[in-house]
T-cell receptor
Framework: AQSVSQHNHHVILSEAASLELGCNYS??????LFWYVQYPGQHLQLLLK??????LVKGIKGFEAEFIKSKFSFNLRKPSVQWSDTAEYFC????????FGAGTRLTVKP | ETGVTQTPRHLVMGMTNKKSLKCEQH?????MYWYKQSAKKPLELMFV???????ENNSVPSRFSPECPNSSHLFLHLHTLQPEDSALYLC???????????FGPGTRLTVL
């Protein structure tokens, strides 16, 4: 069965630190991959997506993610986080249908 | 109104009540979804409608009943819910099933 795993439940960083959030999935076929963000009190918004082509994709607000097919991974990165990046981040994989991970809460200390 | 809207934003109901959640998308999409979001759990896909026909029902209890009267509107009818049904219910839409989904703000449901 298709599933998505986000290994970090809560990450706490200081401003300017680098960020990497892990996402692994299990599905043997072709997938479309997504990262969504949910800021406090706001609805889920798309950060970036990968359908095909260059496995390193860039999204909004300086985020990027790399698809490594051999590792079934789609990790999210940002070189220098800001206090305003405090939010919950969800990885999603669309193979047969859209499946979401449990989310990673990011707290950035000013 | 733009994007995906949901009403009400908050709902408190007793176990014997009947209520409905409403979702409207203004994006011209042809697919709509209901999700349940509970703390520390992945979003649970409940129902999928494509071209106004239900295409997926992930073993959701019959006390949840969806309705999609047209491509822009989606309802979730609730009756005889349980306290464990308390959660944030999210509506989303997309153009085709494989593309990104656009989410509404959700309805925070509390069942007493």
């Amino acid at each position: 069965a298709q599933s998505v795993s986000q290994h970090n439940h809560h990450v706490i960083l200081s401003e300017a630190a680098s960020l990497e959030l892990g996402c692994n999935y299990s599905y043997g076929g072709t997938v479309n991959l997504f990262w969504y963000v949910q800021y406090p009190g706001q609805h889920l918004q798309l950060l970036l997506k990968y359908f095909s082509g260059d496995p390193l994709v860039k999204g909004i607000k300086g985020f990027e993610a790399e698809f490594i097919k051999s590792k079934f991974s789609f990790n999210l990165r940002k070189p220098s986080v800001q206090w305003s990046d405090t939010a919950e981040y969800f990885c999603a994989v669309n193979g047969n249908d859209m499946r979401f991970g449990a989310g990673t809460r990011l707290t950035v200390k000013p | 109104e733009t994007g995906v809207t949901q009403t009400p934003r908050h709902l408190v109901m007793g176990m014997t009540n009947k209520k409905s959640l409403k979702c409207e998308q203004h994006l011209g999409h042809n697919a709509m979804y209901w999700y349940k979001q509970s703390a520390k759990k992945p979003l649970e896909l409940m129902f999928v409608y494509s071209l106004e026909e239900r295409v997926e029902n992930n073993s959701v209890p019959s006390r949840f009943s969806p309705e999609c009267p047209n491509s822009s509107h989606l309802f979730l009818h609730l009756h005889t819910l349980q306290p464990e049904d308390s959660a944030l219910y999210l509506c989303a839409s997309s153009q085709g099933g494989a593309n990104e989904q656009f989410f509404g703000p959700g309805t925070r449901l509390t069942v007493l």
